[in-house]
């Protein structure tokens, strides 16, 4: 089945800098990749997503770049802010069934 | 135009009792999905269910714990003889289709076995 790795489990990063999370998938066959953002005590929400059939996709602050060959996909956050610290979650879906399988996350702080 | 539903939001049982957790997918969502979050840690899949259908329930603890969805009334993930280890938040999504949509999810329980 398909295995999600995510890195770094933490990042703290300065108010104003860019943000980085990387994860890796398994599956060859996964197609769908979503990133989730869970604040404290709340429950996960879509922030962006990428389909296999695009290599980058972005929505104002935000960013995710998908390399197929080397089965990674990333998360880009520029001009940080105070609202970005939270818990980020990759996950990747696969075309042989029909579940996500997430990262273990990526606690995000955002130094004043 | 009400997102996932979950209920109740707060769940306190004693050991050996029986927990069951309630999710009402979003209008026109024929997909379900358990998730279990222990604390400080990430996501993971239990079950996935269509209406009447066990689709996947890879997830799922072989004992104990069972999942339905049924035609008509929300989705129900039941734990028996609930133990500490139980403890832990059960977030349940939907999806209007299976594979490669946004998955919604609800508000979560959270079970605390004491």
């Known amino acids: 089945g398909e295995n999600v790795e995510q890195h770094p489990s933490t990042l703290s990063v300065q108010e104003g800098d860019s943000a980085v999370i990387k994860c890796t998938y398994s599956?060859?066959?996964?197609?769908?990749f979503p990133w989730y953002k869970q604040e404290l005590g709340k429950r996960p929400q879509l922030i962006i997503d990428?389909?296999?059939?695009?290599g980058e996709k972005k929505d104002q602050r935000i960013a995710v770049t998908l390399n197929k060959t080397a089965k990674h996909f990333s998360l880009h956050i520029t001009e940080t802010q105070p609202e970005d610290s939270a818990v980020y979650f990759c996950a990747a879906s696969s075309l042989r069934d029909d579940k996500i399988i997430f990262g273990k996350g990526t606690r995000l702080h955002i130094l004043p | 135009n009400a997102g996932v539903m979950q209920n109740p939001r707060h769940l306190v049982r004693r050991r050996g009792q029986e927990a069951r957790l309630r999710c009402s997918p979003m209008k026109g969502h024929s997909h379900v999905y358990w998730y279990r979050q222990l604390p400080e840690e990430g996501l993971k899949f239990m079950v996935y269910?269509?209406?009447?259908?066990?689709?996947?329930e890879s997830g799922m603890p072989k004992e104990r714990f069972s999942a339905e969805f049924p035609k008509e009334g929300p989705s129900i993930l039941r734990i028996q003889q609930v133990v500490r280890g139980d403890s832990a938040a059960y977030f349940c999504?939907?999806?209007?289709?299976?594979?490669?949509?946004?998955?919604?999810f609800g508000p979560g329980t959270r079970l605390t076995v004491t």
């Open positions: 599956d060859s066959a996964s197609n769908y």
């Open positions: 999504a939907s999806s209007p289709a299976s594979q490669g949509y946004e998955q919604y």
């Open positions: 990428i389909r296999s059939n695009v």
């Open positions: 269910l269509q209406k009447e259908n066990i689709i996947d």
